[in-house]
């Protein structure tokens, strides 16, 4: 499995708890709209998403990390996934272009990435990975 990050807590983590032979981290330099580009780019090679791109009620132009798990598919690709990708990626866009992020935003990093961190943690316990 693939997991598309920029919060350094969820790579901290996966490092932490020797997750990475499970998991692979692709780390992204960037915000919430990178990370999505990258998953929108996977799942048209052939990539599943596992955790929905727009997880939680924050919204992508709020909120400066994103985590994404993906697996690759043996088969054709997965339409839903890169519907659901490109859709997501559009839309962080979009909320970007009519509101910024705010810049107060920095004050609150360590907050957004534990809710981020958060999300991961709840596909890990959904997956029995974690108790």
């Known amino acids: 499995m693939l997991v598309i990050t920029n919060n350094p807590k969820v790579k901290d983590y996966i490092q932490r708890f020797t997750l990475e032979p499970r998991f692979t981290i692709i780390w992204v330099d960037g915000y919430t709209e990178d990370v999505l580009a990258k998953v929108r780019d996977l799942c048209h090679l052939g990539y599943k998403l596992l955790t929905h791109p727009l997880t939680g009620s924050i919204k992508p132009n709020q909120t400066p990390y994103k985590t994404v798990v993906l697996e690759k598919l043996e088969q054709e690709s997965d339409y839903d996934s890169i519907l659901t990708a490109e859709i997501s990626y559009l839309k962080t866009k979009e909320l970007l272009e009519k509101r910024s992020r705010p ?18 943690k709840s596909f890990l316990y959904s997956m029995g990975l974690i108790t």
């Open 103 to 120: 810049k107060e935003i920095e004050l609150f990093l360590e907050d957004f990435a534990v809710i981020d961190l958060d999300f991961f």
